[in-house]
């Protein structure tokens, strides 16, 4: 079994920055894993904001945060830099570990609890 534990949510003035992390632990770790992150918006569903390969040397991200969003991970810790940010960046954000394929497709292995991320203007 996989744990994925995410902090570093909170509030934010637009324009500003967070940091989000979030560290793997589990005897079932599987090293050639992708870590991704994920997003949802009051009143919308979760949506794919970002994905990072097991090496940590590719990268994808979904266009509505390319150029402020930064993934990036070492070992079984993914991160999340947000910047440039903006209202609608307002929601739950979960990190996600599991192959490429199924974190891109939405149903990775494993899911973290969520933090929140609250962007006023």
């Known amino acids: 079994q996989v744990s994925l534990e995410e902090s570093g949510g909170g509030s934010a003035q637009a324009g500003g920055s967070l940091r989000l992390f979030c560290v793997a632990s589990?005897?079932?770790?599987?090293?050639?894993?992708?870590m991704g992150w994920f997003r949802q918006s009051p009143g919308k569903e979760r949506e794919f904001l970002a994905i990072i390969n097991w090496r940590g040397t590719s990268t994808f991200y979904t266009d509505s945060v390319k150029g402020r969003f930064t993934i990036a991970r070492a070992n079984d810790t993914a991160y999340l830099y947000l910047d440039s940010l903006k209202p609608e960046d307002t929601g739950v954000y979960y990190c996600?570990?599991?192959?490429?394929?199924?974190?891109?497709?939405?149903?990775?292995?494993?899911w973290g609890q969520g933090t929140l991320v609250t962007v006023s203007s």
């Open positions: 589990g005897a079932a770790l599987d090293s050639s894993e992708a």
């Open positions: 996600a570990r599991g192959s490429g394929p199924d974190v891109l497709g939405g149903t990775p292995r494993s």
